[in-house]
């Protein structure tokens, strides 16, 4: 969808700035509220990260029937999902079919983007400004701009002097990447680099993968969903949705009761294979209720995936080199791959360990390392995201005394509930920092997260209420108990882009809320019960 409309001015009740699974779900809310919306999106159409990520073998690592909106009993029912895990683009026409069922397109400007906002506390609105040079004044503003959504390019000198072709696996062209008979570079061995290597492989003449830190990658076991399965599951999808609200992780699964210690090295095995076997993301960090706490107990789940590692990949540097072993297993986010291991055993496949051989600069026809130089017809960068606060800091968010949102922050993200900051009124963000989000099924944070603050605006309204804000204490209070969480656990304790650790010079805090999307939904919910408590409103 190109914009062709002239620069617009008006006035609103909300402003909603992107186009994802979170912006979407509230333009649906909000219009069924009787609230106008003006929507704001930097990408062609909808889709958010799935607009995006267009890499090859991107692919969701939830559960295909568990990512998707439970908001309407009948959508649910009439779409069906191909495999367990969807691809990026089976995600894309779903989220097209929901935006034509709904009509969600009407009201938002693509390829548009949010370039300030500033706050008015004598009229008690948002004035938002965009690169078309757009100006909205509405009563609220909902920043709905996804938490891995500002690209991470990677920190190495003289890129432009490289001749051939660089993509990002976060902006991937539209026409796709040639890679038949080409010497390829993949930087980068997260999520996106591990999905994407095993394709780029069947296609390269050869492909050199440089890794600063290895992951641990466990298979998907993808595959066509069951229609005997699918047909149980939708009779009961309202409980099965109901479940996954007071979930942990937004996914039904067994809370374990046992330690790790307390059962018999071959028993602990056979449950490992069978979470092996039946390839489910975060089954091995919920095996045992200690993994994630005690580090002996995580120790044990790494040593089970790391001999993973060496069984499969067959020269035994090169396994070695793919063993992580300077971080407990979840503490940076565990993959979820299919064939990423068996693609090293290949004999157009290398591996460059840039621990020790770390990259020096791009030159014209490739990559100077410390040890050599490597010719590539194409890079690509897989460097991720600057999470969670990218994507908030990067337009300029003026708040109620003037102070912008980046120097609110400048030490590190202070929200309440990760839905709202202190000096900034009306403002609420989704899946943003403080709240479960990116440790959750998106989608189930995204519903509640979207509810939550569609009723607070309706709240309001009914009170004849113009302003709400969080106060400085409950959002001091709510920081701390996000700290003291993630403190409790070993999941601070890997260099992640949970911590921004990836992103130089970024403020060290552990981002998301890990206490489970349903205690949070408890938290909310008696915040509301409690007239809004720790909220001021005007
Ligand atoms: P990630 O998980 O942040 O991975 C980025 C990778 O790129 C990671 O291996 C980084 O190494 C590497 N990286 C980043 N910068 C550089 C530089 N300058 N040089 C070399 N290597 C670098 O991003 P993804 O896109 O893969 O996945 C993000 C999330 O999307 C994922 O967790 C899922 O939730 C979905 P590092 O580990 O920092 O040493």
Known sequence: MTRTSQAETGSTDVVVVGAGFAGLYMHHRLRAMGLMAVGIEAAGDVGGTWWWNRYPGARCDIRSLDY????????????????KYAT?????SYVNHVSDRFDLRRDIRFETRMTSARWSDSANEWTVETDHGDQWTARFLVMAVGALSAAKEPEIDDIASFNGSIVHTAKWPHEGVNFADKLVAVIGTGSSGIQSIPLIAQQARHLTVFQRTPNFAVPAQNGPLDPEMVASLKQRYREHRAEQRVSHGGVVSPSPEQSAHEVAPDERTMRFDAIWEEGMLFGFLGSFNDVMIDPSANAIVSDYLRDRIRSIVSDPATAELLCPTSYPVGAKRLCL??????????????LVD????????LIPNGIETTESLHEFDVIVFATGFDAMTGPLLAPEIIGKDGETLRDAWSAGPRTYLGLTSHGFPNMFMITAPGSPSVMTNMLVSIEQHVDWSSEVIAWMAEHGVQQIEPDLEAQDAWVDHVNEIANFTLFPKGNSWYLGANVPGKPRVFMPYIA?????????????????RGFTFQ
């Open 68 to 83: 998707s909106y439970s908001f309407d009993a009948d959508l649910e029912q009439e779409w069906n999902w191909s495999e």
């Open 88 to 92: 990026q683009p089976e995600i894309l």
């Open 337 to 350: 791959d299919t064939g990423y291991f068996e693609t090293f055993n290949r004999p157009n496949v290398s």
């Open 354 to 361: 840039l621990r020790s051989t770390p990259i020096t600069r």
């Open 516 to 532: 489970g999307v349903g205690p949070y939904r408890e938290i909310c919910d008696g915040v509301a019960s409690d007239n809004y």
